[in-house]
């Protein structure tokens, strides 16, 4: 009989900044038996962890960005972890040891996506507690204003003549660095913005943008998605549709595609559920006809207009 008290698994991974032991360690004080601890060096990759998770788990992780794909650049980078992070939500929630920070608190969630993100893309070392108000503290629409002028007035502002000039004119230090992340965070903002305002729908390229934006961006979606070779559609949700149809064709050789989306969560997505039962096969597979074929059918007329 299986013991229903074990709630928390975790998952390690080789990193320059943090240990296996010391993440193990950390596993252990608390309270992760070995037995239910996946190290990443003997086989037990992400993808594993993550089908082993059940309802009302705990998905522990020492440091966040660990969960991010090791290769790759920071840009990249962060995809993964966004799109492993939709992943393991759908069946348990996250527990940072290195911060205290629990995903079921929307507010430390935030936190956590941010400052995982920041030590993604500052190739540093950050000791301690990982500096949660750091990437915050630029968050001034007056501060972020002047970065961005002093940037693209600048004929080289990588070599620190433009952070010069931007720290003078906000009184505190401003690093190269920084300033080149608030201007593509910037950049990021005004093109979605700008695709948004034309009424054009967004390319891959832009879609890719939209999984790079901030986490606490991203709203929780009802997506419908059709087997193409037994036209049966899925009706599930996510707070990132998108990764989540990919991560379904992966597990399918049928070609899959996605009909449309209604903004909600699981309370929606319960509510179609039992609207459309008659058409239920198993699961959150149903029938394509008659009122379901009609109600997909309103939703992509209304995204064409």
Sequence with gaps: MISTDVHRRGFVRAAPRHSIAQQQEMMAA??????????????DTLDAFIKALRPGDVAVVA?????????????????????AMSRIEERATILELGSGLHSKSKKQRDDMIVAAYDMLT????????????????????????????????????TNGHAAD????????????????????????????SALGASGRKP????????????????????????????????????????????????????????????????AVESELHKRFASYRISGEWFRFEGELAEYVQSLRKSDER
């Design 63 to 83: 440091w966040l960005y660990l969960l991010a794909d090791r290769r790759g650049i920071a840009r990249t980078k962060r995809r993964n972890l966004v799109e």
């Design 203 to 266: 390319g891959v390229a832009a879609r890719r943008l939209a999984v790079m934006a901030p986490t606490k961006r991203n709203v929780p979606h009802v997506y419908f998605v059709q087997n193409g070779r037994s036209k049966r559609v899925k009706i599930g949700y996510s707070s990132h549709y998108r990764s989540r149809v990919g991560n379904i064709q992966s597990g399918t050789p049928d070609k899959l595609r996605l009909l449309g989306v209604v903004r909600g969560g699981k």
């Design 30 to 43: 608390h309270g992760v038996r070995p037995v239910y601890v996946h190290d990443d060096r003997a086989g």
């Design 122 to 157: 500052s190739g540093r070392h950050v000791s301690g507690r990982l500096s949660r108000g750091r990437p915050k503290q630029w968050q001034n629409a007056e501060e972020r204003k002047i970065i961005w002028e002093e940037w693209h007035s600048s004929a080289n502002p």
């Design 165 to 192: 000039a931007a720290s003078e004119r906000i009184g505190r230090t401003v690093s190269a660095n920084t300033m080149w992340r608030i201007v593509k965070e910037m950049r990021l903002e005004k093109g979605l």
